[in-house]
């Protein structure tokens, strides 16, 4: 069975310094691996997905992942936190059943970036 | 914005009944699913209807159904509703899986039901 792990429950970071928000996964064969971040009263918003080929990969507002096969891991990262990224951020894997294209997701990680 | 609709945005109704939620899919996405985001279980995966037919069940309960017509949009039925069932109901929408993007899913803003 697909599942994703997001070990943190909240991250804070100092506006302007580097963020890192981990993801682990478990999944049979290849994985499909996603960024989505929820801010207050919005639905989810696509940042970024891994799916094969370079492990690191670029997504929306200046964030990019980095894809770990040894590690099983997926972080989002991003070199100067703002404090506009504040919000909560979900990794998720593509659920590999047959037919099936649903999505699994993490318990989410609320980013605050303090000024 | 996504390009993804739902409504209503809100809907506060009482144990017992049925409500219905509508989702209008992205122009050209075959794919609808439905989601559960509640603080207990977190984001929940219900259906996937793709091209008008039932694709993917998750954790759907039996009170709860949902169909897609033939011009893409989808419905969810909640029918004898509980207070565990007060949520936020997400509605995404994607291309056909295997078409070039055609992983990710677009959401709606959701509808927040609240059940008393």
């Known amino acids: 069975a697909q599942s994703v792990a997001q070990p943190e429950d909240q991250v804070n970071v100092a506006e302007g310094n580097p963020l890192t928000v981990k993801c682990t996964y478990s999944?049979?064969?290849?994985?499909?691996l996603f960024w989505y971040v929820q801010y207050p009263n919005r639905g989810l918003q696509f940042l970024l997905k891994?799916?094969?080929?370079?492990?690191l990969v670029k997504g929306s507002y200046g964030f990019e992942a980095e894809f770990n096969k040894s590690q099983t891991s997926f972080h989002l990262k991003k070199p100067s936190a703002l404090v506009s990224d504040s919000a909560l951020y979900f990794c998720?894997?593509?659920?590999?059943?047959?037919?099936?294209?649903?999505?699994?997701f993490g318990t989410g990680t609320r980013l605050t970036v303090i000024p | 914005d996504s390009g993804v609709t739902q409504t209503p945005k809100h809907l506060i109704t009482a144990t017992g009944q049925r409500v219905t939620l509508r989702c209008s899919p992205r122009?050209?996405?075959?794919?609808v699913y439905w989601y559960q985001q509640s603080l207990d279980q977190g984001l929940q995966f219900l259906i996937q209807?793709?091209?008008?037919?039932?694709?993917a069940k998750g954790n759907i309960l039996e009170r709860f159904s949902a169909q897609q017509f033939p011009d893409l949009h989808s419905e969810l039925n909640l029918s004898s509703l509980e207070l565990g069932d007060s949520a936020l109901y997400f509605c995404?929408?994607?291309?056909?899986?295997?078409?070039?993007?055609?992983?990710?899913?677009?959401f709606g803003p959701g509808t927040r039901l609240t059940v008393t």
């Open positions: 995404a929408s994607s291309v056909s899986p295997g078409t070039s993007g055609g992983y990710e899913q677009y």
């Open positions: 209807y793709y091209n008008g037919e039932e694709r």
């Open positions: 891994y799916i094969t080929g370079d492990n």
């Open positions: 122009s050209g996405d075959l794919s």
């Open positions: 998720a894997v593509r659920d590999t059943g047959t037919g099936a294209n649903n999505l699994f």
């Open positions: 999944v049979s064969g290849n994985p499909y």
